[in-house]
């Protein structure tokens, strides 16, 4: 996706199971879709915790915060539990959506290449258009920079 565009319709599982549409996630002035590659490794732990921990501030911008991976529903309410997550995770275990937001692609591991998911975060107002991304991003620290950001 590039900056302008707008999200195609969808409809993934939360962790709770129930099928979700940016519709029904998306804050007043939009949505904050951050994705990861995988629940409960150190990265994504961390990653996934700050934007717990800032989500008032960004819901007070006007923006709701969801997480997206190809990992199961099973999974997601695992990561949930165990990290008191308090926003909808995901599931897009075929990796169509991810795909799409361009999160999904060829990956470099300490030399070895391979297909996964491209730590990224897409923000995007309330109609579905794409207004800022954030591509390859460190986890640490990452929610804060993209609080600072749509703060101002």
């Not at 169509?96 to 730590?119: F, H, Q």
């Not at 990224?120 to 804060?144: C, I, M, P």
Request: charge should be neutral; charged fraction near 30%; hydrophobic fraction near 35%.
């Amino acid at each position: 996706m590039e900056i302008g565009d707008k999200l195609k319709a969808f409809k993934r599982p939360d962790q709770s199971g129930d099928d979700r549409s940016f519709k029904e996630l998306s804050g007043e002035k939009g949505l904050i879709l951050y994705a990861y590659p995988r629940d409960n490794t150190p990265g994504c732990s961390t990653e996934a915790q700050d934007f717990r921990d800032r989500l008032e501030d960004f819901k007070a911008l006007g923006y709701e915060v969801v997480g997206i991976s190809k990992d199961s529903v099973k999974s997601h309410c695992n990561f949930t539990d165990k990290f008191e997550l308090t926003f909808p995770l995901l599931s897009d275990p075929e990796t169509t959506l991810l795909a799409e937001l361009g999160a999904w692609g060829e990956k470099k591991n300490y030399g070895k290449v391979s297909m996964g998911t491209i730590r990224s975060t897409f923000v995007f107002d309330a109609k579905g258009v794409l207004l800022k991304q954030f591509k390859n991003v460190r986890a640490k620290g990452h929610a804060e920079r993209v609080y600072k950001d749509l703060a101002g």
